[in-house]
């Protein structure tokens, strides 16, 4: 009986002393992000201990999720693209998830309206075209300081504004459009890939943590620096991204490059093991 209630007790101090992580949604679009995170946190149980995580239940919109891992009280990890604003509310983890590939993006457009944009060279030439993006995406910014019209919808909704011609082009990164293309079953929408462009800007896409949780951002960035060092932060990148890669054809398309107003001046440019470069074969 002893022996039992001790175990009952080792149990619950177990338990008590997990480091909870709250995060925003295990989501299917989100599997390789929370793979990072399981990652980081299992190779820092040596010096930080258990971790337990967890998610609400009902999927929240990003300015909300970022609204409530101020407090932490919801959720206390989120991840999204990086400002200036966002790293003065919230603590930035400066090593960025998919290695800047969210930087690389391709379009959903109307099926039959290719030739639309196979004319197109310059940065100019976009603004003969709306763009469709979330609330609260960080690419809002990019596109407008480029002079671009944007129309904004919630995410479920901007593949039903696009077919009925509310805007012309749906801004995706290259690891997320086929994606979604087969998972929406957007060509039954009338919904096409564009095949010639690639939109290119310096987008930051980070966890960040509550700032009531600095011990959770300590472990998280010794987590992922490690994972650097060993090889796996690259291995899940190229599980996850590498047929995506090869079916965007990233050498054929033409690149128009896309200024970053939000871009915080701490970005980690220098660091080349953090960003992919189209050229970039898996090892």
């Known amino acids: 009986m002893l022996a039992l209630w001790l ?32 990652t980081a946190l299992d190779k820092t149980i040596p010096e930080y201990g258990p971790y337990v995580m967890s998610h609400p239940e009902a999927e929240m919109n990003e300015p909300r999720y970022m609204a409530d891992a101020v407090s932490g009280k919801s959720v206390n990890l989120v991840w999204g693209s990086t400002s200036v604003e966002r790293e003065r509310t ?28 196979s004319g197109v060279k310059t940065r100019d030439d976009l603004k003969r075209f709306t763009f469709g993006m979330g609330p609260g995406w ?16 919630p995410y479920e909704k901007l593949f039903k504004m696009l077919t009925a011609g509310r805007f012309d082009f749906y801004s995706r990164g290259v690891n997320e459009i086929f994606t979604e293309f087969q998972a929406f079953h957007l060509s039954e929408q009338g919904i096409a890939v564009e095949k010639d462009l690639l939109l290119h800007s310096i987008y930051p896409f ?5 700032p009531a949780e600095p011990r959770l ?18 291995a899940i990148f190229w ?19 896309l200024a970053n107003p939000a871009l915080p001046p701490d970005t980690p440019l220098d660091d080349h093991r953090l960003w992919f470069v189209p050229s970039a074969r898996r090892p």
């Open 7 to 38: 175990a009952l007790l080792s149990c619950q101090a177990h338990a008590e002393s997990a480091m909870e992580v709250r995060y925003i949604s295990d989501a299917p679009r989100y599997q390789e992000y929370i793979e990072i995170l399981r």
């Open 90 to 117: 919230l603590i930035p983890i400066r090593i960025p998830l998919g290695k800047g590939l969210l930087g690389y993006r391709i379009g959903l457009i109307r099926a039959g309206e290719q030739a639309r944009f």
């Open 138 to 153: 960080g690419d809002i910014a990019i596109c407008r300081h480029a002079g671009l019209t944007v129309w904004i919808d």
């Open 206 to 210: 980070y966890f960040f943590v509550s």
């Open 217 to 234: 951002a300590s472990r998280l960035k010794m987590g992922l620096e490690k994972m650097l060092n060993d090889g796996s932060f690259d």
């Open 239 to 257: 599980k996850y991204n590498q047929a995506n890669i090869e079916r965007a054809g990233l050498a054929r398309r033409r690149v128009i490059e």
